[in-house]
């Protein structure tokens, strides 16, 4: 039961009074545990019904106790359901702040003899049976990192006093670092003693989504989510104090959807890795009876590196969002950052495959409920078994790298710390995914692009070029993007280098013959004029970065000293040469100690250019209208002079 | 910044069109359509000359009193057109360029989606938020 202590309520400090204690333990008792701890189904199902809560209460027991979320209950669970329980007949509403008080105890009909009999009737609890049974059912595997946090509940049952069943996953989240989400498992079970209320309403909240979600795999439609609701309205306050994280849990995908898609996957293209080509995605999808535009939207969200195609991490991406949508959830405007290929949650773990041959959604056919329900209950077990996701709360996607199935830590706490590790190398991996899907390669032939290029601007400035790669002989203004993004004391190199690191070496740089030629006119007047020093560091740096590419290669530190040197020489005069680097380093006259004062030079000098060009213009328009005007005056002093000498006359 | 970002298939259809006052829509709707005129001049006198030596970006189509219009096209005969404020001098010629490359990218980007078919109005939304960005901030 480690699952279920760990999942349980969540960190729920539940203050036990003894009767209440003698009375849990005794129901728990009668809930036939198994050797997990984990109660049976029946049993508990019965004993829910007997105490005569609507069904629509006793879902919100279910979920706010994290039962839902794990699918099974727990011992942590079960206490928590029944203070719940006690609080719903109370009047209370079914939140973990209403078990922090003093409570009656739970009343069962029939179940046990010393509890009162209140309520005469109680209706028919369709959903939740089914639900219990479906989340006592089909007990997936726990994860080992479970079993410690097992002992959690079974120790803290012998204090006679407040004790915090560990949080299910989904709990935990909000209150930790929000990297580590779904993966604290353990480690956060046994801290959250302080999440209580919040962590209480969380889950009902979290497991809203996760309920909606997973149920959607097992085209669920909105029966079971109407008490759901109920929950989510309730808990809605509480969600603001939630992370952001929260709001992303149904775009987490959890280890059964991930097979599932997997599966879906091989049987349009057998090769993991391969692409899945643009129509077939689509006719795949359209399936799914989405509306075009949205169908479109999804493509748009998923396909990051705009290839046309998709492969296995943006598959799932899609057919996350398309199971979202299909479950209520509106398209996200942006792709959510679980969702998002770099994104890599450690400990990802492959559902066994007797879960993932159900179909998660329908496409043609039924995308009712009905017998689903069941299906969905052990949905929720195998999700909530699921370390890494933090049960239903994260149905979020994570890595999409392909290499996510062999990844199982069986150690939960491992996960936060593999998480974080992994999260740093995805953050920039994402960057550059986002960078390379921004500007990956474009072929245009746009050759004339440059020639017009070459020929407007005035040869010291490297002409843009075309999107091939953000070598940094592009445009300046990339490499004040890049600069911008905070490299460093020396940003352009850094920036370089970075981009280099991201990016396949830039491709040579075609001649440039007129920096040449601004190298041989320049050699001598190089201490003159300011801006006439700079256009040869201009051209020296075109030829410099062209040359930095090639020293790239060999790593990074060989361009620091190079660049170092640039210094000293600049204070000689040395005449340009057009020769290898390291005599183009030389050749800088001025001191440019960093680039980008020369990049600040650089689009002074074109923001002047650009001024004098408007200014040209307007020159020519005035000097025409001074022609015109000219013209009248002259007409106007001829016609003058006519009318003139019959004035004098 | 623009103050019209037109994009026209290549049978002169429009797929988008996007004006900042939108108010003032139907102006810049005829203008973008007479610019169309100066796109089919330009590129057909160039028509002689292989393609790859025709450039796509076509440069300032015409100027009138209050805006200036400049027209890029395609490999595949699809036309951009950028209505910008006569007033907003400060425009240079680079970053009329720049604006034309960001949308052709986030043009193909829409043409990469299989769920899209060429002749459709575009309504992607990646899309109109990089048109977005270009447009006039200030209104």
Known sequence: ?649 | MAVCIAVIAKENCPLYIRSVPTQGELKFHYTVHTSLDVVEEKISGVGKALADQRELYLGLLYPTEDYKVYGYVTNSKVKFVIVVDSSNTSLRDNEIRSMFRKLHNSFTDVMCNPFYNPGDPIQSKAFDSIVSTMMVQAC
């Open chain 1, 1 to 649: 039961m480690d699952q279920g202590s760990a999942a349980g309520t969540g960190g729920t400090f539940i203050s036990l009074s003894d009767t209440e204690q003698r009375c849990y333990s005794g129901l728990y008792a009668l809930c036939q545990p198994d050797s997990s701890g984990k109660l049976a189904a029946g049993k508990v199902a019965e004993l829910f019904r007997a105490s005569q809560l609507p069904a629509e209460t006793l879902h919100q027991v279910t979920e706010v106790c994290g039962a839902k979320r794990l699918g099974y209950f727990g011992c942590g669970q079960f206490y928590v359901a029944l203070k719940l329980m006690a609080a719903a007949q109370v009047g209370l509403p079914v939140r973990l702040e209403s078990v922090a008080g003093e409570l009656p105890l739970p009343v069962f009909v029939g179940i046990m003899n010393e509890l009162e009999m209140r309520y005469p009737n109680h209706p028919s609890t369709n959903e939740s049976q089914p639900h219990i049974l479906g989340s006592l059912t089909g007990s997936a595997p726990r994860p080992p990192a479970d079993r410690p946090v097992l002992r959690h509940p079974d120790t803290s049952m012998d204090k006679q006093e407040a004790w915090s069943p560990p949080r299910s996953p989904g709990i935990s989240p909000p209150r930790s670092p929000s990297a580590y989400r779904s993966y604290p498992y353990g480690a956060q079970r046994n801290g959250t003693d302080t999440l209580l209320a919040h962590d209480g309403n969380v889950p009902g909240r979290l497991s809203v989504p996760q309920e909606n979600s997973s149920p959607s795999h097992y085209s669920l439609k909105l029966q079971s989510e109407h008490p759901v609701i109920t929950c989510v309205a309730s808990v809605e306050r509480l969600v603001e104090r939630a992370e952001i994280d929260y709001s992303d849990e149904p775009w987490r995908i959890t280890e059964e959807q991930r097979e599932y898609y997997t599966n879906q996957f091989r049987s349009l293209q057998p090769d993991l890795n391969a692409l899945i080509m643009g129509t077939v995605a689509k006719n795949f999808f359209t399936k799914s009876k989405l509306p075009i535009p949205e169908l479109s939207h999804i493509w748009e969200l998923s396909d990051v590196d705009k290839d046309g195609a998709l492969t296995f991490p943006e598959f799932c991406t899609a057919f996350h969002l398309i199971v979202a949508r299909k479950n209520g959830y509106p398209l996200p405007e942006t792709l959510p950052a679980t969702l998002r290929p770099g994104f890599v949650e450690p400990g990802v773990v492959t559902v066994p495959p007797s879960e993932a041959t159900e179909p998660l959604i329908v496409f043609d056919d039924k995308m009712m409920p009905g017998a689903n329900q069941l299906e969905m209950g052990s949905v929720d077990l195998q999700m909530t078994s699921r370390p890494g996701v933090t049960a239903k709360q994260d149905t979020r996607d994570e890595s999409r790298k392909p290499e996510f199935s062999p990844k199982r830590i069986p150690d939960p706490h491992e996960k936060p710390i593999q998480r974080v590790s992994t999260l740093k190398p995805d953050s920039p991996q994402e960057l550059d995914a986002n960078m390379k899907s921004r500007t990956r390669p474009r072929s245009y032939s746009s050759t004339s692009i440059d020639d017009a290029m070459k020929k407007v601007e005035e040869p010291p400035t490297p002409p843009p070029r075309p999107q091939k790669t953000h070598s940094r002989a592009s445009s300046l203004d990339l490499n004040k993007l890049f600069q911008q993004s905070g490299q460093g004391s020396r940003p352009s190199q850094h920036s370089l280098s970075a981009k280099s690191g991201w990016l396949p070496p830039p491709p040579a740089l075609p001649p440039r013959p007129p920096a040449t030629q601004i190298f041989s006119f320049l050699p001598g007047s190089e201490k003159s004029s300011q801006k006439a020093v700079q256009q040869p560091n201009f051209a020296d740096f075109s030829k410099f970065r062209e040359e930095d590419s090639t020293l790239r290669h060999q790593g990074h530190a060989p361009q620091k000293p190079v660049r170092r040197k640039l210094h000293p020489e600049s204070e000689s005069a040395t005449p340009p040469s057009a020769t290898p680097y390291s005599a183009a380093t030389l050749t800088k006259s001025t001191q440019r100690p960093p680039p980008k004062q020369k990049r600040e030079i650089q689009m002074a000098i074109r923001k002047n250019r650009e001024t004098n060009a408007v200014l040209t213009r307007l020159n020519s328009e005035l000097q025409q209208q001074l022609k015109v005007v000219h013209r009248e005056r002259v007409t106007l002093e001829s016609q003058l002079e006519l009318l003139r000498p019959v004035a004098s006359t």
